[in-house]
């Protein structure tokens, strides 16, 4: 049997992923950063912050910067960030000048973040690819602040044809590989339960 291609989130293996943006409704005007933190286990954690008044700019730094301190307190060291801004991308990787002073404090500050992890990457993606974040800024624009971080969210990291690998009852040191078969259901504690047809050789 093939193996069903998984998702990016599934293939990046054990380093968390964080998705950044941020918005301004009258650039400048009201405004909020956001960031969408997800585990490896496919655990989520929505952070944001609401700005009075604010550039589009200013709200995606801002974005950047809640996520990476809710990231430390988090206790990860590794990270792989993305946001679908180029000018903060850019401007964090070295490869454009930051120019105004408005958003030079807000450079140093994600810079400072930055430096307390063991490894981090910074890649630019798509805004269709940055669903998570974007919804998070427009919901804190709408609240006005009201709630700035939402408790974790847990989603299942496998889909109906992932093949996987589950321990033989009968023999519990052999590992039989089998297909999700039927979307999985959340059970007790957060767990998960597959419903896994045995692939026969």
Sequence with gaps: MAHRQ???MIREGKIPILFFDGGARGNPGRGAGAAAIVMPDGKQYIVSEYLEFATCNEAEYTGLIVGLEKAISLGIRELKVFGDSNLVVNQVNGTWKVKSDRLKSLYDQAIQLLSKFKQTTLDW?????NQLADSAVNQCIDDGGKQTEDPPKTICPYSIGDVVAISNL???EEFLEGTIIASPEV?????WILKIEIDQD
């Design 6 to 8: 998984q998702s990016p």
């Design 170 to 172: 009968g023999n519990p």
């Design 125 to 129: 993606i798509p805004r269709h690819e």
């Design 187 to 191: 059970g007790e504690n957060d767990s």
